[in-house]
């Protein structure tokens, strides 16, 4: 998430005020990052893995059509079985702009997603804590749960910023196959952000 003033590559979606509204429902959310994560599924499959209902499922898939963010898959399931995958690899958007958007719809939808993409972050970090033992000793010490301290001005942190999402790009051109021996999907998670004094 950042103030994209480079265009995005065609496999990132740059979110504007109306498919920032579409996007913004914690479900929605949900069934994007699994087909982005694990790839093309039913709205039963999804319901399955989410634990909701396949109907509700269905109807925000639906709206995520709408909106750009998923399709149907034609190459999977027969008959009336309709797949679904996502068009992007990621999502941008400029949510200092949005934060300060004169509609109130527009304000409430950017607090919505950066709300959810915490609590998911949250969640995933807990999930790899609490399943830590079971990791190799190799994946345990390529982890890493950090905190840095600095005082730095809005240009400097943006400079940081920037240098690091190029860093963490780089390594997209040297991903692996899933049938890599020893691969593992890999997260990473980047919050910096200012802190009051007192």
Not at 169 to 185: F, H, I, L, M, N
């Amino acid at each position: 998430m950042e103030k994209d003033e480079q265009p995005a590559p065609d496999d990132l979606r740059v979110l504007d005020p109306r498919s920032l509204r579409g996007l913004a429902h914690p479900l929605r959310m949900r069934l994007l990052g699994a087909l982005r994560e694990y790839g093309p599924a039913t709205a039963s499959q999804l319901a399955d893995r989410l634990g909701e209902s396949s109907g509700a499922t269905s109807y925000h898939l639906r709206q995520l059509a709408t909106h750009g963010f998923v399709k149907d898959d034609p190459e999977r399931g027969k008959g009336r079985e309709r797949w679904w995958k996502a068009v992007h690899r990621g999502t941008r958007v400029r949510a200092d702009e949005y934060l300060a958007h004169p509609d109130p719809a527009v304000r409430g939808a950017v607090n919505t997603l950066l709300h959810e993409w915490a609590t998911t972050h949250t969640q995933e970090v807990s999930t790899f804590l609490g399943t830590l033992h079971g990791w190799s000793e190799e994946w345990r010490a390529a982890s890493d749960i950090s905190d840095f301290h600095m005082r730095l001005t809005p240009e400097l942190a943006r400079e940081m910023r920037d240098k690091l999402h190029e860093v963490i790009e780089s390594y997209r051109e040297k991903e692996v196959g899933r049938d890599t021996e020893g691969s593992a999907p890999y997260r990473v998670h980047l919050h910096a952000f200012p802190r009051d004094e007192d």
